[in-house]
């Protein structure tokens, strides 16, 4: 079974910065799209970024475009966001999926149906 675990969430004061890490098991992880995404009570959970398993390709929510930014290290099976000028409504539970299914377009990265494995998710707590 491919294990994927976050980390790095807590919290920060607005304006801060963090970055969350996934680390996934396996030695198939370069053959795995990657997404983020977050969840508040009473919402649906929403795609924040995905990094196609070739690197080459991304994508990131317009709520979070030029603030956050999504990469990938093949060499330690991890794959990252690094979260900037944080507002109080990035706050939630970050969670990191695994899509192992064949790539066909970013599009389909941003659809939590789409994935095959998730973690267990990291809490991210913005103070003002």
């Known amino acids: 079974q491919v294990q994927l675990v976050e980390s790095g969430g807590g919290l920060v004061q607005a304006g801060g910065s963090l970055r969350l890490s996934c680390v996934v098991s396996?030695?198939?992880?370069?053959?795995?799209?990657m997404g983020w995404f977050r969840q508040n009570p009473g919402k649906d959970r929403e795609c924040v970024a995905a990094i196609s398993r070739s690197g080459i390709s991304t994508f990131y929510a317009e709520s979070v475009k030029g603030r956050f930014s999504i990469s990938k290290d093949n060499a330690k099976n991890t794959v990252y966001l690094e979260m900037n000028s944080l507002k109080s409504e990035d706050a939630a539970v970050y969670y990191c999926?695994?899509?192992?299914?064949?790539?066909?377009?970013?599009?389909?990265?941003?659809?939590?149906?789409?994935?095959?494995?998730w973690g267990q998710g990291t809490q991210v707590t913005v103070s003002s």
């Open positions: 396996g030695r198939t992880f370069s053959t795995y799209d």
């Open positions: 999926a695994a899509r192992e299914r064949a790539y066909i377009g970013t599009y389909l990265l941003t659809r939590g149906e789409e994935y095959d494995y």
